[in-house]
T-cell receptor
Framework: GENVEQHPSTLSVQEGDSAVIKCTYS??????FPWYKQELGKRPQLIID?????GEKKDQRIAVTLNKTAKHFSLHITETQPEDSAVYFC???????????FGDGTTLTVKP | EAQVTQNPRYLITVTGKKLTVTCSQN?????MSWYRQDPGLGLRQIYY???????DKGDVPEGYKVSRKEKRNFPLILESPSPNQTSLYFC??????????FGEGSRLTVL
């Protein structure tokens, strides 16, 4: 089955710096790669996603890149703010089969 | 308001006492899924359903059952709970190829 590895497990940055979280996946059939943000005590919520026919997607301060050949994708957050502090999860999904595999999560702390 | 509703939100039970966690969505989504979240292990998929009467095992299905008799409901059944099923459970729904919408979570403790 699919295996998703996410790094780093914890990340601490100064406000205004950039943060990068990386994920690798094993199943070349995976075709949908979302990123979810989970604030303390809350449910995960989608922040950005990318499909396998696209290499990069950007939404204001957040961007995701996908390298299908190397089977890895990354989340980039620029100009970080304290409210970006949360746990971030990547996931790899083969939409035709319905299975989703999540990474173990990255705890991002943005210091004011 | 579009939402996924889980009940109960918190439950303490004892080993072997059957329980059901309900999940209901009002967005007419075909896809529904259950996950458990444990510290350091991310979200692990228990079961999922791509439509009514269609269910499949995720990565950690042992000890759980599900049913999908109606499009909006996807209950998670623990026939004989054990302490290793103590966890935070999330139900989620989506259109077939899109964003997951999660419920608020159900924190289960099995003594």
């Amino acid at each position: 089955g699919e295996n998703v590895e996410q790094h780093p497990s914890t990340l601490s940055v100064q406000e205004g710096d950039s943060a990068v979280i990386k994920c690798t996946y094993s199943d070349s059939a995976s075709n949908y790669f979302p990123w979810y943000k989970q604030e303390l005590g809350k449910r995960p919520q989608l922040i950005i996603d990318i499909r396998s026919n696209v290499g990069e997607k950007k939404d204001q301060r957040i961007a995701v890149t996908l390298n299908k050949t190397a089977k890895h994708f990354s989340l980039h957050i620029t100009e970080t703010q304290p409210e970006d502090s949360a746990v971030y999860f990547c996931a790899a999904t083969y939409t035709n089969a319905g299975k989703s595999t999540f990474g173990d999560g990255t705890t991002l702390t943005v210091k004011p | 308001e579009a939402q996924v509703t889980q009940n109960p939100r918190y439950l303490i039970t004892v080993t072997g006492k059957k329980l059901t966690v309900t999940c209901s969505q009002n967005m007419n989504h075909e896809y529904m899924s259950w996950y458990r979240q444990d510290p350091g292990l991310g979200l692990r998929q228990i079961y999922y359903s791509m439509n009514v009467e269609v269910t499949d095992k995720g990565d950690v299905p042992e000890g759980y059952k599900v049913s999908r008799k109606e499009k909006r409901n996807f209950p998670l059944i623990l026939e004989s709970p054990s302490p290793n099923q103590t966890s935070l459970y999330f139900c989620a729904s989506s259109l077939l190829h899109g964003e997951l919408f999660f419920g608020e979570g159900s924190r289960l403790t099995v003594l």
